[in-house]
């Protein structure tokens, strides 16, 4: 415990942690595991969770929504028990740390929820590196990440950020080195979709076709080559999502959304993942405001960023 004259000191570390769009996700077929293999290439983008995690005397991890959430919170199911994601991140941490203390962690949601975008896994891995920071439990970045991969596949991305191919259930990371800036606009859905619920779709559409689904081994370069060099039109001709069917079954509403963006000016548009987050393509920062701005005027939810960004990283320590 973290003890100064007998009394106890409380300290706060906030940390921030990107949200994530798939730019590829190849999905093979259902393994007897339950999970599908993936090849896909991840890619940070410019809108960003944010935890803070105050030291507490009581022993015990709490966890509250900050008023500061950019996000329209009402209704929305984000449990604050122990099924929550930092709250997780939280555990691990104290049984890997000897001087953990109590902890209560504040969380700025700006990722939409169930959207596609990894943000329950940015509140993980926001809180993995905060704890580490707190107790001094000294983690080097791989420990974390290994602790990262317990807690769900995306969680490894959003500590590491920038560029990276993602092999096995998504958690086989290698970082690539892109430099060049790609400009997106997001368009969020007012309602969610649930991960688990999109594959059963895919797994399904592929059942009724009989076709055979082969397991995804790698990506496509030319991906990677579009991503390093910056080229949207050449990366608008290679972005793939096996999943964007599945979530279009589920919600049709998205095929109208990646219509209305391609007519006001996108290069390209692509589901998020498991959606319903639809990220489209821009030539430009400016290109991608003006994106936005249209399709707000259409009563979207839009919100131009850019990536890759850095990963998790503490943006202040303050001793209370
Ligand atoms: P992924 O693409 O990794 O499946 P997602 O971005 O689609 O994730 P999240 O917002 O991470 O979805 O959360 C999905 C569900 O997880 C939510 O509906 C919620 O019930 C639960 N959850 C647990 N912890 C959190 C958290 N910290 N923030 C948001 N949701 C959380």
Known sequence: MNAVRGRFSA???????????????DVGPLRPDGYHSVASVFLAVSLYEEVAATSTDTGEITVSL????????????IPLDERNLAYKAAAIMTDVS?????????????????????????DAAAT????????????????????????????????????AVGLGVGDELSPALVKAQTDWVLVTADFGLPTPEVYRTLDRL???????????????????????????????????????????????SLRDTLGLGESLGAIAGIVSGSGPTVALLSHSPAAAEGLAEDLRHHGLDALAVHGPVHGARIISDTLL
Not at 17 to 25: E, H, I, R
Not at 66 to 77: E, F, I, K, M, W
Not at 211 to 228: F, H, K, N, S, T
């Open 128 to 163: 993995l590196l905060a704890c580490d920071a707190l107790w001094n439990s000294g983690l080097s970045r791989d420990e974390l990440a290994h602790l990262a991969a317990e807690l769900g596949a995306d969680v490894p991305f959003s500590l590491l950020g920038g560029t």
């Open 206 to 252: 592929r059942a009724d076709e009989r076709g055979a689904v082969e397991e995804p081994a790698a990506v496509d370069p030319m991906i990677l080559q579009a991503l390093r060099s910056g080229d949207a039109d050449a990366l608008s001709r290679v972005l793939v999502n096996d999943l964007q069917r599945a979530s279009i079954e589920l919600a049709p």
């Open 11 to 25: 300290r706060t570390v906030r940390v921030k942690a990107p949200g994530k769009v798939n730019v590829s996700l």
């Open 66 to 77: 900050s008023p500061a959430s950019t996000l329209d919170l009402d209704g929305v199911d």
């Open 98 to 122: 000897e001087h953990s203390t109590g902890v209560h962690l504040e969380i700025t949601k700006r990722v939409p929820v169930a959207g596609g975008m990894g943000g329950g896994s940015a």
